[in-house]
């Protein structure tokens, strides 16, 4: 019998690449899985195109993907068309009632129908939102602390509720919602502008997802930065918030957001590279993982053999 020709072998990796992923297949199957989407995968088309086409795979896996995104970028870009000021204070935008208006026009009309568009591509699956729709997202007006003083710093708000019926309806109909960081007042008839990834976090508490991801612009958590560029595999929730009071500030709402989630429920919060090409199927369905992932402390009951993943 004559031996089969190397040429019907060339296919033969993808198949290997295939068959580890089963086990992850396997384990999320019909499990929600929030993304905060940001950063620079953002603003960079070739990132945009590959972000949509994960997410759009982790669907059709059998996965029920979640999207939250803010656009702090795009909302600066627009605030200087329209001679406003972009100010911050403890790593928070100052929204004015003039600076709410284009951060919802920004959000929901610009950011939100360039992803869901992307994804549509795909197939008839996104469906655009904010957290006004639906009541999903209510909040009550953040103030910031300075040097131990409250600072008021406009239309930025705190979460107090969401109500998931929405999003849940739009998962089970096999859609991916994609939802906009702009909540409801839960008390005086205003709009908040939300930090996304604490809305993000909230999301995926209230959802019972099993994993929230945050795309940053850098490779994880890092163990002694500048000192060393030595990324955190993993690291339990109190072991995270020991860290936290030392962290440089525009990781802090990330970090926080990921010990919020698996301190309520979520078996899983990972801070991951936006930066590389299809970097959440690299999380999700390879040995190796990519980014830095947040588990609960071992006492809490949510998964604790979860760690054996890396």
Not at 15 to 24: F, G, M, Q, V
Not at 83 to 104: H, I
Request: proline share 4%; glycine share 10%.
């Amino acid at each position: 019998m004559s031996q089969p020709t190397a040429r019907k072998h060339t296919a033969l990796p993808k198949a290997r690449i295939l068959i580890e992923a089963l086990p992850w297949l396997t384990r999320h199957h019909g499990k929600t899985v929030v993304i905060k989407f940001g950063g620079n995968a953002m603003i960079d088309e070739e990132l945009k195109a590959a972000f949509a086409q994960d997410v759009v795979f982790l669907r059709h896996a059998g996965l029920r993907p979640v999207v939250v995104h803010g656009g702090g970028p795009q909302i600066s870009a627009q605030l200087d068309r329209h001679g406003l000021v972009s100010e911050f204070k403890a790593g928070l935008r100052v929204t004015t009632d003039e600076a709410m208006d284009v951060v919802r026009m920004v959000l929901a009309g610009q950011v939100q129908r360039e992803l869901v568009g992307l994804l549509n591509r795909h197939g008839p699956l996104a469906v655009g939102m904010t957290g006004e729709d639906a009541h999903l997202m209510s909040a009550t007006k953040h103030f910031a602390e300075i040097d131990g003083e409250r600072v008021d710093i406009g239309r930025v708000g705190q979460i107090t509720e969401i109500d998931t019926g929405a999003v849940q309806a739009l998962l089970d109909d096999g859609r991916i919602p994609v939802v906009s960081s702009i909540a409801r007042s839960a008390d005086d008839g205003h709009v908040y502008n939300v930090n996304a990834d604490t809305a993000a976090a909230a999301l995926a508490a209230a959802l019972g997802a099993e994993t929230l991801m945050v795309l940053t612009d850098v490779e994880g958590l890092y163990a002694d930065w500048p000192n060393s560029d030595e990324v955190i595999s993993r690291l339990t929730a109190s072991e995270l918030e020991k860290l936290l009071p030392d962290l440089a500030s525009g990781m802090v709402p990330k970090m926080e957001g990921c010990l919020y989630a698996v301190r309520n429920g979520v078996t899983t919060a990972r801070v991951i590279d936006g930066r590389v090409q299809h970097s959440i199927l690299l999380e999700i369905f390879t040995d190796e993982g990519i980014g830095t992932m947040v588990l609960p402390d071992p006492d809490n009951d949510s998964n604790k053999n979860e760690g054996a993943d890396r």
